[in-house]
């Protein structure tokens, strides 16, 4: 039996936590449906046996004072100030990492990522965040490696996932490591979760990171992003800023994450969603007017990016 230890965080969502404690209690029931013994032993442990949620009171099974040794611990989604979240729940911080030297896994639900990399133990390693708060994470932890295209990361006894609800997912994969595909099929299948998300770039909205102080980089996002439908050119771009082309690559994909060519892809892209979205012009009409010449070089970089055809992502997203 693998003891699970659910953290009622400060600034913790109640339905993170509920969720985690419902589908680990849940498997037990399938386990006994099939004349097996249970496989989870499921507990809230906070600092204290009442923890404050907004207008909710949460009462813990036990303290983190009271427990020893753990199999599994979960760390729910944060919502508000995740600075100050960090904050509040630093008095977690040496049980967590004592636990983790003893052994035991760590599964982290979306945002929560935040509190995790401030322990230290994200760093160097890989972990899937919301596309949202990737600049804001990568700000603060830039030593952990963000994979904001991914739906799920697994790394040394740590499970993360990006997106909102994507956390559900995460749940069944970690039953899958646990327990078997079957089980986590069954799972999937009680409580109507599709199993086969892997990947965030269907959801992603792309944000510039314009966070990094390099004014002459920021002048240039701004001029790509002013006119998606321009067919810029990079040597054209660095000419009109008076910098060398090799150099101003570097400078580029440090403050931003991309190369100029990928960023001008993105923006691009982004512009063709929305016409995808609340147009009714054709993929081609679309793909000219986004400045691809090249009707199937569109379509190339568009599902490079969103995992999706632009006629696939219209019947997805269309209004």
Same mark, same amino acid.
Request: include cysteine; proline fraction near 3%.
């Given at each position: 039996?693998?003891?699970?230890?659910?953290?009622?965080?400060?600034?913790?969502? #109640?339905?993170?936590?509920?969720?985690?404690?419902?589908?680990?209690?849940?498997?037990?029931?399938?386990?006994?449906?099939?004349?097996?013994?249970?496989?989870?032993?499921?507990?809230?442990?906070?600092?204290?046996?009442?923890?404050?949620?907004?207008?909710?009171?949460?009462?813990?099974?036990?303290?983190?004072?009271?427990?020893?040794?753990?199999?599994?611990?979960?760390?729910?989604?944060?919502?508000?100030?995740?600075?100050?979240?960090?904050?509040?729940?630093?008095?977690?911080?040496?049980?967590?990492?004592?636990?983790?030297?003893?052994?035991?896994?760590?599964?982290?639900?979306?945002?929560?990522?935040?509190?995790?990399?401030?322990?230290?133990?994200?760093?160097?390693?890989?972990?899937?965040?919301?596309?949202?708060?990737?600049?804001?994470?990568?700000? #603060?932890?830039?030593?952990?490696?963000?994979?904001?295209?991914?739906?799920?990361?697994?790394?040394?006894?740590?499970?993360?996932?990006?997106?909102?609800?994507?956390?559900?997912?995460?749940?069944?994969?970690?039953?899958?490591?646990?327990?078997?595909?079957?089980?986590?099929?069954?799972?999937?299948?009680?409580?109507?979760?599709?199993?086969?998300?892997?990947?965030?770039?269907?959801?992603?909205?792309?944000?510039?990171?314009?966070?990094?102080?390099?004014?002459?980089?920021?002048?240039?996002?701004?001029?790509?992003?002013?006119?998606?439908?321009?067919?810029?050119?990079?040597?054209?771009?660095?000419?009109? #800023?008076?910098?060398?082309?090799?150099?101003?690559?570097?400078?580029?994909?440090?403050?931003?994450?991309?190369?100029?060519?990928?960023?001008?892809?993105?923006?691009?892209?982004?512009?063709?969603?929305?016409?995808?979205?609340?147009?009714?012009?054709?993929?081609?009409?679309?793909?000219?007017?986004?400045?691809?010449?090249?009707?199937?070089?569109?379509?190339?970089?568009?599902?490079?990016?969103?995992?999706?055809?632009?006629?696939?992502?219209?019947?997805?997203?269309?209004?």
């Amino acid at each position: 039996m693998k003891n699970v230890s659910i953290l009622p965080l400060h600034d913790a969502t #109640l339905s993170s936590i509920d969720s985690c404690y419902q589908l680990f209690s849940r498997v037990n029931d399938f386990m006994r449906y099939q004349g097996k013994p249970p496989f989870y032993d499921v507990r809230i442990v906070g600092l204290e046996r009442n923890t404050q949620l907004g207008i909710y009171s949460i009462r813990s099974d036990q303290t983190v004072a009271e427990v020893n040794k753990t199999d599994v611990i979960v760390i729910p989604l944060l919502c508000g100030n995740f600075q100050n979240a960090i904050k509040e729940n630093q008095p977690y911080t040496n049980w967590l990492l004592t636990q983790y030297e003893s052994g035991c896994e760590i599964v982290c639900l979306c945002v929560g990522s935040f509190f995790l990399a401030s322990t230290g133990l994200l760093d160097e390693k890989k972990c899937a965040i919301h596309w949202a708060a990737k600049n804001e994470f990568t700000g #603060l932890f830039p030593r952990v490696r963000v994979m904001d295209n991914r739906i799920i990361t697994d790394e040394d006894r740590i499970y993360t996932s990006g997106g909102g609800f994507s956390y559900l997912n995460l749940i069944l994969y970690v039953f899958e490591k646990h327990l078997g595909r079957e089980v986590s099929i069954l799972a999937s299948k009680m409580f109507e979760i599709d199993i086969e998300r892997r990947s965030q770039n269907p959801f992603s909205i792309f944000i510039g990171q314009k966070a990094h102080g390099d004014e002459l980089v920021t002048k240039a996002q701004e001029w790509i992003e002013k006119d998606p439908t321009e067919a810029f050119i990079v040597e054209d771009i660095c000419k009109a #800023l008076s910098v060398g082309r090799r150099t101003f690559e570097r400078r580029f994909r440090k403050c931003t994450g991309n190369s100029i060519a990928e960023y001008i892809q993105r923006v691009k892209v982004e512009f063709a969603k929305q016409q995808l979205e609340t147009g009714s012009k054709t993929v081609k009409e679309i793909g000219y007017e986004t400045g691809y010449n090249d009707i199937d070089a569109f379509r190339k970089v568009f599902k490079k990016i969103t995992d999706l055809s632009p006629a696939d992502y219209r019947k997805k997203y269309a209004v």
